[in-house]
């Protein structure tokens, strides 16, 4: 697609359930990341990706936050046991290359909207 | 540690006025620095962004930031703001020494009256 693709854009979970996220980033992008958008905050870094190679997972929350990308394109977070606090915005991009130089731009996509109610 | 802070939290213009919005940083390498937009329930755009050229970069939209190493800001501007440019922006570095994770200012809303 033309650019990063997030579903489901709006998820509204009770207490205790468990949610998939999932992401479609741009096609061929090496890397990419998940980032958690509280209401009124920046988003914060949660987990990066370098093709199916997780690399940096030190923004996970808890061990109730898990994130995959096994063939290195498409990349699910899932979140097991939702609680209120997880409600947020979970913001996911990519990037061809790896790292930020000068021609390396991330590309964020809409988001999914998560509510737990 | 690197991270950002965003002076305002909310800066009102008027149409056609100048645009300046705030930012200071602190990264114990030399940073890159990004000012990303963000218009309701729309992803994140990348304005603009440095990474050691020139100090003063061009964005899109007519916007610019200009880095001052000696005052670690990395003030974002416009000489004329527009209505479309209502929106959430926020400042960004990301410590060059991993190269991945992009650290996020609090944000900052320009409101923008006829």
């Known amino acids: 697609g033309a650019g990063v693709s997030q579903s489901p854009r709006y998820k509204v979970a009770k207490r205790g359930q468990d949610v998939a996220l999932r992401c479609d980033p741009i096609?061929?992008?090496?890397?990419l990341f998940w980032y958690q958008q509280a209401l009124g905050q920046g988003p914060e870094f949660l987990t990066y990706?370098?093709?199916?190679?997780?690399?940096?997972k030190s923004g996970l929350p808890s061990d109730r936050f898990f994130a995959e990308r096994p063939e290195g394109s498409v990349s699910t977070l899932k979140i097991q046991r939702t609680q209120q606090e997880d409600s947020a915005v979970y913001l996911c991009a990519s990037a061809l290359a790896v790292g930020q130089g000068i021609g390396n731009t991330i590309y964020f996509g809409e988001g999914s909207w998560l509510t737990v109610v | 540690a690197q991270s950002v802070t965003q002076l305002d939290s909310h800066v009102s213009v008027s149409e056609g006025t100048p645009v300046l919005l705030r930012c200071n940083y602190s990264s114990s390498y030399s940073p890159s620095l990004f000012w990303y937009v963000q218009h309701p329930n729309k992803g994140l755009q990348l304005l603009l962004k440095?990474?050691?050229?020139?100090?003063l970069v061009k964005g899109i939209n007519g916007f610019e930031a200009e880095f001052k190493k000696s005052e670690t800001s990395f003030h974002l501007t416009k000489p004329s703001a527009h209505m479309s440019d209502a929106a959430e922006y926020f400042c960004?570095?990301?410590?060059?020494?991993?190269?991945?994770?992009?650290?996020f200012g609090k944000g900052t809303t320009l409101s923008v009256s006829s």
């Open positions: 440095y990474t050691s050229a020139a100090t």
């Open positions: 990706f370098q093709n199916e190679a997780q690399l940096d």
């Open positions: 096609s061929g992008h090496v890397s």
């Open positions: 960004v570095v990301s410590d060059r020494g991993t190269g991945t994770a992009l650290i």
